[in-house]
Nanobody, 118 residues
Framework: QVQLLESGGRLVQAGGSLRLSCAAS????????MGWFRQAPGKERELVAA???????FYADSVKGRFTVSRDSAKMTVYLQIKSLKPEDTATYYC????????????WGQGTQVTVFS
């Protein structure tokens, strides 16, 4: 059994910053790719960032330059640093784990809410 627990979401003013955390527990594997998704009301869930075990990173075009994904493999924790927040960043943010050799994300957290007001 694997659990992913996100934290750090909150109400924040536009232009501000915050850091989301996702702690994995259970039968985890440090070789997993970890991703951050978000889903805004009425919109589809989208992948915004992902972090591989070789420190490779992926970012959606909409967040490049403002989002930074990182991981602490020893703690099985992945982070998403967000700066210059915009109202359109308002969403529920989920972390997810992609197993080694898999083409999809298998494990998901419950999400943490980020609300940006102007």
């Amino acid at each position: 059994q694997v659990q992913l627990l996100e934290s750090g979401g909150r109400l924040v003013q536009a232009g501000g910053s915050l850091r989301l955390s996702c702690a994995a527990s259970g039968r985890t594997d440090s070789r997993w790719t970890m991703g951050w998704f978000r889903q805004a009301p009425g919109k589809e869930r989208e992948l915004v960032a992902a972090c591989g075990t070789d420190d490779s990173a992926f970012y959606a075009d909409s967040v490049k330059g403002r989002f930074t994904v990182s991981r602490d493999s020893a703690k099985m924790t992945v982070y998403l640093q967000i700066k210059s927040l915009k109202p359109e960043d308002t969403a529920t943010y989920y972390c997810a784990a992609q197993l080694l050799g898999s083409d999809h994300f298998t494990y998901w957290g419950q999400g943490t809410q980020v609300t940006v007001f102007s």
